[in-house]
């Protein structure tokens, strides 16, 4: 059974940082496509890091140089690292998969409706 449980969110003053976890269970994140995906109230959902099977990576200019999309292989666990955090990155994020391969340019396009699984989220609160 595939499960994706993250963590990390919380509540930081802009300019912060965050790391977001994403463990998965049933299985292996090597075999896997993988994006991170956010949904503020009252917005659209949108995709904000995304890694491919080869490793290649893919942010949106919102976040580019700000956020970093990594695996550890060793835990089967995804990371999202966000450093200098603003307000409008407030939102719920989630952690997605799927198991055909898209480049990673793909995965953080639209809204995230081609993931096959999903975690239910973890909460990031950015204060001005």
């Known amino acids: 059974q595939v499960q994706l449980v993250e963590s990390g969110g919380g509540s930081v003053q802009a300019g912060g940082s965050l790391r977001l976890s994403c463990t998965a269970s049933?299985?292996?994140?090597?075999?896997?496509?993988m994006a991170w995906f956010r949904q503020a109230p009252g917005k659209e959902r949108e995709g904000v890091a995304g890694?491919?099977?080869?490793?290649?990576?893919n942010y949106p200019e919102a976040v580019k140089g700000r956020f970093t999309i990594s695996i550890d292989n060793a835990k089967n666990i995804l990371y999202l690292q966000m450093d200098n955090l603003k307000p409008d990155d407030s939102g719920m994020y989630y952690c997605?998969?799927?198991?055909?391969?898209?480049?990673?340019?793909?995965?953080?396009?639209?809204?995230?409706?081609?993931?096959?699984?999903w975690g239910k989220g973890t909460l990031v609160t950015v204060s001005s």
């Open positions: 997605t998969a799927t198991s055909h391969f898209a480049p990673a340019r793909w995965l953080t396009a639209g809204d995230g409706s081609s993931m096959e699984y």
């Open positions: 049933g299985f292996s994140l090597t075999n896997a496509c």
């Open positions: 890694i491919d099977t080869d490793g290649s990576t």
